[in-house]
């Protein structure tokens, strides 16, 4: 089993959802999160006043996979989150030692 964690765009969450349900990638957690990258920010003019903006609002999905379902998982979120801007995103892929269903007790891939 893999932990894939993806931080994309807000925007382009819903078509991110879409591309991993048609293949079958059911359940993830979403978290509205803040941060930069190489880009650091921007700056941006309110009330005549210029000032920067560090911190960008961006998304975190997470998500727990079978291990030969990984390469297409990781290939949907990046075409689906691709604009090809700075501050796209970025996608991590973790092994995730085991995962227990609380409410059956199913431990590994039966528990997702």
Do not use: C, W
Not at 11 to 31: C, D, H, P, S
Not at 44 to 71: M, N, Q, W
Not at 74 to 92: L, N, W
């Amino acid at each position: 089993m893999k932990l894939i964690i993806a931080i994309i765009k807000p925007f382009k969450l819903e078509e991110v959802k879409a591309a991993l349900a048609e293949i079958n990638v059911e359940g993830m957690t979403v978290t509205e999160v803040k941060g930069f990258g190489r880009q650091k920010g921007h700056t941006e003019i309110y009330r005549g006043s210029e000032y920067t903006v560090d911190f960008l609002p961006k998304v975190k999905i997470e998500i727990v996979t079978a291990d030969e379902l990984v390469t297409k998982a990781v290939e949907a979120i990046v075409k689906s989150a691709k604009t090809g801007k700075i501050g796209d995103g970025k996608v991590f892929v973790l092994p995730l030692e085991d995962a227990i269903r609380i409410r059956t007790d199913e431990r590994g891939e039966s528990a997702i």
